[in-house]
């Protein structure tokens, strides 16, 4: 079981109530007059999650005063993009396990994940046109595009073991970070603030986004699959030179850059353990922890800016969580 540093308690969690909004929200969105969608999006999203995107949404609005339904509403669009992007990324990398449980197009076959993902990116647009705000189509219509970008990016460099550290950093920006970003930059935008504080939120989630998704790339070398919810090993697997991989062939003997490069560029997941042990040997485990680290506090930083408040203080405790867990 994780950690209670992994988790947020849900009984003592202050964004409790709201969560259970947003998953109203969910709920009442997802329906659909065809069955097969109604059953694929339920078991996706009913699938759970840490929820991260819808929080960022809630507790920069909180931060800064605002209490607005809408609040809702565009928490429960960011989680439909996100499960979108999971639905798509699973049958690229032909995934079979997410969150611990079978993943969508392991159990309702390829096409029908494709399209159902499809089906809650356009109800997402939806239920952003509903709030009728400009400003939230720009930032959220960007942000979908860049998303997409970085998944063409990603699967540009499979199986490169000559990949540059910049350009795998680039590929979190726009896959991951950029999502984060958005939905930080969201509650800011439905508060009314001005650009230049809108531009603080959207660092910190740009931040905390790049930190979170260093971290899950070097569990894939440390963590265990009850931890995880996914099978240790799925990124070798697909060939993906994420930094783990790529420190440690920077650091590694020439015996061990070369078990690294062939295991990247065949996909070598039976080498998964000789390549734990390079990477954990080589230190770049606990480098790849520390650039986590490193991108949380810049996150940290830019919270200056916020006034004191529990929303505030549970955004400086994202930041700690993203970094120091295990799942």
Request: charge should be negative; aromatic fraction near 4%.
């Given at each position: 079981?994780?950690?209670?540093?992994?988790?947020?308690?849900?009984?003592?969690?202050?964004?409790?109530l709201s969560l259970q909004r947003v998953d109203e929200v969910i709920r009442a969105r997802?329906?659909?007059?065809?069955?097969?969608?109604?059953?694929?999006?339920?078991?996706?999203?009913?699938?759970?999650?840490?929820?991260?995107?819808?929080?960022?949404?809630?507790l920069f609005a909180e931060a800064f005063g605002f209490e607005g339904?809408?609040?809702?509403?565009?928490?429960?669009?960011?989680?439909?993009i996100h499960?979108?992007?999971?639905?798509h990324d699973d049958v690229v990398d032909e995934s079979a396990l997410r969150r611990g449980r079978a993943t969508a197009n392991s159990m309702f076959g390829n096409a029908a994940s494709v399209l159902v993902g499809d089906f809650l990116y356009s109800r997402a647009f939806q239920m952003m046109v509903s709030i009728d705000r400009m400003r939230v189509l720009e930032v959220l219509a960007e942000a979908t595009n860049v998303i997409a970008e970085g998944e063409v990016l990603q699967l540009l460099n499979m199986h490169d073991p000559d990949l540059e550290v910049e350009e795998y950093l680039r590929v979190i920006r726009f896959k991951t970070a950029k999502l984060f970003e958005a939905s930080a930059r969201l509650g800011a935008v439905l508060a009314r603030t001005d650009r230049a504080t809108e531009e603080h939120c959207a660092a910190f989630g740009?931040?905390?986004?790049?930190?979170?998704?260093?971290?899950d790339d070097l569990l894939d070398y440390e963590g265990h699959a009850e931890q995880l919810g996914k099978n240790v090993g799925d990124d070798l697997r697909e060939g993906k030179p994420t930094l783990p991989l790529l420190l440690a062939m920077n650091r590694g003997t020439v015996e061990q850059r070369q078990t690294v490069r062939r295991a990247i560029e065949n996909g070598e997941v039976e080498r998964?353990?000789?390549?734990?042990s390079i990477v954990?040997?080589?230190?770049?485990?606990?480098?790849?922890?520390?650039?986590a680290r490193r991108e949380a506090d810049k996150a940290r930083q830019c919270l200056a800016a916020l006034p004191p408040s529990t929303a505030r203080d549970a955004l400086l405790e994202l930041c700690a969580r993203s970094v120091d867990r295990s799942s």
């Open positions: 079981m994780p950690s209670t540093n992994d988790t947020i308690d849900a009984a003592t969690d202050p964004l409790d997802l329906s659909s007059s065809v069955a097969l969608i109604d059953q694929i999006s339920t078991y996706i999203v009913g699938a759970g999650g840490k929820r991260i995107r819808p929080r960022l949404v809630l339904p809408e609040r809702y509403e565009l928490a429960a669009v960011v989680e439909f499960t979108a992007t999971l639905l740009r931040a905390l986004g790049t930190a979170f998704q260093l971290v998964l353990q000789d390549i734990i954990k040997a080589t230190g770049a485990i606990d480098a790849t922890r520390e650039a």
